[in-house]
């Protein structure tokens, strides 16, 4: 019992963003991005979301999409 050996497999706990976006979020080509929130919202103001912090996120309006990693402002113009 005494003096047994075992391993232990330390995973680390999430933190939350930003995350490596990479492995995270397809890449969709800022074009075909602009394409998308200029049909939604008429402009072109959206960021990815492993850009963005939450304090950047206050005050200005916004949906996710978290299928692609996209942050779609709902104003032409952050705050």
């Not at 050996?5 to 991005?33: K, L, M, Q, R, S």
């Not at 103001?45 to 963005?52: H, S, T």
């Amino acid at each position: 019992m005494f003096g047994e050996e075992f391993e232990i497999e330390w995973i680390p706990e999430d933190t939350g963003a930003p995350y490596e976006v990479d492995d995270v979020f397809p890449e969709i080509p800022a074009h075909t991005v602009d394409k998308m929130c200029k049909a939604k919202f008429g402009h072109t103001n959206w960021a990815r979301m492993g850009q963005m912090t939450p304090e950047e996120l206050i005050g200005n309006p916004c949906e996710f999409d978290y299928e692609n990693g996209i942050i779609y402002f709902k104003n032409a113009h952050s705050v």
